[in-house]
């Protein structure tokens, strides 16, 4: 199967998933997760329609950009976050996915305040309550979302979440539909500096169940580009 085949396929089965749930097909994006894919690969799902490029290394994003791999497409940052990679991303994407921390807060507020700009961020919600797992934890979200008016240089569009790995078929249906309660009852709060529009949740595996539970945007890695090769070191 092609990269342009499996996005049709991927298309095919957001647009069944939104069917059932009633929803617009509009209302979902398709963010393709290019980690460890060439600039090439990514300029063929680019190409095959695919809304949104996801990366998740600081340094693979910078070669990437080097070599024009993302041209034509929004890119967001969805990895985990080290404070000292901040400064290289701020102002690099349109969006940071995966902000975890009021450290993190304050590190991107000033760096988007000495370029001039507005970052757009998620926070990631642990949704799961996992203690390996970044995130912030589900019960914290609120208060949150409630201080971004102390960052005027960021604005908060919503939430990503990862949720436990699942073994059974709609293992995540409850985790979806938690996360989506919490995004509707905050959104609802219209807080200062939020511009909540944004869910992303639903991967490879279980894009259809976060539909269903009212995702706005699902990030793919493996249905688009096969099976990841991760070379040791
Ligand atoms: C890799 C990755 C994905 C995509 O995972 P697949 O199972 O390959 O679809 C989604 N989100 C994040 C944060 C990722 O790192």
């Given at each position: ?12 089965e ?37 809304d ?7 340094q ?18 969805i ?28 590190i ?12 757009e ?9 996992e ?7 589900p ?13 005027p ?9 990862i ?19 919490l ?15 944004c869910?992303?949740m ?13 995702a ?8 688009i ?9």
């Amino acid at each position: 199967m092609t990269i342009q085949e499996n996005v049709l396929r991927i298309r095919e089965e957001m647009a069944r998933a939104c069917a059932r749930a009633g929803r617009p097909e509009q209302e979902v994006r398709l963010l393709a997760a290019t980690k460890l894919n060439s600039a090439d690969r990514v300029q063929e799902a680019i190409r095959a329609g695919v809304d949104i490029c996801g990366e998740n290394r600081v340094q693979e994003l910078q070669q990437k950009l080097k070599e024009n791999a993302y041209e034509g497409c929004p890119l967001h940052f969805i990895g985990h976050l080290q404070r000292n990679k901040a400064k290289h991303l701020v102002g690099q994407v349109d969006l940071i996915q995966s902000v975890d921390s009021v450290e993190l807060l304050e590190i991107l507020n000033r760096l988007a305040a000495e370029k001039g700009i507005r970052q757009e961020i998620l926070m990631e919600v642990n949704i799961g309550g996992e203690t390996a797992k970044s995130g912030v934890a589900p019960e914290a979200l609120d208060a949150f979302a409630a201080r971004m008016e102390d960052y005027p240089h960021l604005l908060l569009r919503g939430f990503m979440t990862i949720p436990p790995i699942s073994n059974e078929n709609g293992g995540n249906l409850r985790y979806f539909a938690k996360m989506y309660q919490l995004y509707v009852d905050i959104k609802a709060k219209k807080y200062d500096n939020n511009s909540i529009d944004c869910l992303s949740m639903g991967m490879s595996d279980d894009f259809a169940d976060a539909i269903m539970e009212g995702a706005t945007m699902i990030r793919v890695g493996t249905f688009i580009f096969g099976s990841r090769q991760y070379v040791k070191n």
